[in-house]
C-alpha cells in the first residue's frame, strides 16, 4: 500500500469537480515510497522511453537525459533540483495534488513547479483522473531544463496571476493555452509532427494516438483559435495544435493579453472537435502534407 494525500474538498470549475489538496509545500516523503511505488515509476518509465524515442521531441528526450532520470527508483527532487537549478533556476516543490489556481501561477512565475508526491497504484498505470508523480515529474519537469520552455512556462505564471485579476473568462482563456500547449502541445520538427505536451508523454495510449490516429485534429498554432477552444479531460483529445518550435509560442504569447481577453469575450467558444472551414490539418510524415481531412 502506498501512503495517501490528503484531499481537502471538490470544487467545480471549468473542468468539472476537480480534487484540491491542502495547498502548502510538502517535503517529499521518499523513504516511505514502498516498493511498489518504486517499481511502478520503473514499469511506467521504461515502457514510455521505449514509446517517445521517435514520438517525443528531440528537446524533450535531451532535456530528459540530462537530468538524470532514470528508471531504477524515484528521483529525490532535492537530487533533481541541483541539476535544474544550475540549468535554469527552476525547482520542484512537492505538493499534494492541484493547487487553486493562484497559488499554482504563483509558484510559476517565481520558477517553482509543483510536483504531487505520490505514485498512482499498479491498476492506474494507464489511465488515472489526476496528475501523480509520474504526469508531474516525468511529464513536466524535463522540459523545465530548457531555456526557452523554462521561460515560456513562467511568462505563463505571470500571465496567470494577471489574468485571475482580470476575471473568469480571461482564465477560461489562458487554461486553454496551457492545454493545448503545456499538456497537449506537439511541435512539427525537421522529420516530422513529435510531442512535447506532458499530457501526452506521461500516457501510452495517447502517445500513439495523438501522431498514428487519423482521427484527431492537428492544426497549426493559432493564439486566439486555441483560447476559444473547449477541451475534454476524460478522453483522448480531439484537436492536437502544432508550434514550429519553443521560440513561435514565445513569440507569440508576448504581447499584452489584456486586449486579446477583451476581443475574446465577444466571441463564442470553438468546440472540442470542430475544424473551420479555412484551417488545414496536418499528417505525421514530414509534417509537410497539408489537407482538408477533418470534419467543418
Ligand atoms: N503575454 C501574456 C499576458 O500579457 C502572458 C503570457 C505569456 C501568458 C506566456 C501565457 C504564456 O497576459
Ligand atoms: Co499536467
Redo the contacts with the bound molecule.
Keep these: 500500500m502506498s501512503i495517501q494525500p490528503r484531499r481537502v474538498e471538490n470544487v467545480q470549475t471549468d473542468k468539472g469537480s476537480v480534487p484540491v489538496y491542502a495547498t502548502g509545500i510538502v517535503e517529499q516523503p521518499w523513504d516511505d515510497y514502498s516498493a511498489t511505488d518504486h517499481d511502478v515509476w520503473k514499469q511506467l518509465y521504461k515502457r514510455q522511453r521505449r514509446l517517445l524515442v521517435g514520438r517525443a521531441s528531440d528537446e524533450f528526450l535531451i532535456a530528459q537525459d540530462a537530468m538524470g532520470m532514470t528508471p531504477d527508483a524515484i528521483p529525490k527532487f532535492a537530487e533533481l533540483n541541483s541539476v535544474l537549478r544550475a540549468a535554469t533556476g527552476w525547482e520542484l516543490i512537492g505538493v499534494e495534488g492541484l493547487l487553486p489556481e493562484l497559488t499554482f501561477f504563483d509558484h510559476l512565475a517565481n520558477r517553482r513547479f509543483p510536483v504531487t508526491w505520490w505514485i498512482r497504484t499498479p491498476e492506474q498505470l494507464d489511465y488515472l483522473a489526476e496528475p501523480d508523480l509520474f504526469h508531474d515529474l516525468f511529464g513536466h519537469v524535463p522540459l523545465l531544463m530548457n531555456p526557452l520552455f523554462g521561460d515560456?512556462m513562467a511568462?505563463?505564471g505571470?500571465?496567470?496571476v494577471?489574468?485571475h485579476g482580470i476575471g473568469p473568462e480571461a482564465l477560461v482563456n489562458?487554461t486553454r493555452?496551457y492545454w493545448y500547449t503545456v499538456e497537449f502541445g506537439l511541435i512539427r520538427q525537421k522529420d516530422g509532427l513529435r510531442i512535447y505536451g506532458s499530457g501526452i508523454v506521461s500516457s501510452m495510449g495517447e502517445s500513439i494516438h495523438c501522431l498514428e490516429s487519423p482521427a484527431p485534429n492537428r492544426i497549426g498554432f493559432d493564439l486566439q483559435r486555441i483560447m476559444r477552444t473547449r477541451y475534454r479531460i476524460d478522453t483522448y483529445q480531439k484537436t492536437y495544435f502544432v508550434i514550429d518550435s519553443f521560440a513561435q509560442l514565445?513569440e507569440a504569447?508576448?504581447?499584452?493579453?489584456?486586449p486579446i481577453y477583451a476581443h475574446l469575450a465577444t466571441q463564442d467558444s470553438i468546440p472540442a472537435g470542430a475544424v473551420l472551414a479555412t484551417e488545414t490539418v496536418f499528417h505525421r510524415g514530414t509534417g509537410e502534407g497539408w489537407s482538408n481531412e477533418g470534419d467543418v
Design positions: 515560456y511568462a505563463y505571470r500571465g496567470g494577471k489574468a489562458l493555452l514565445i504569447t508576448e504581447p499584452d493579453f489584456t
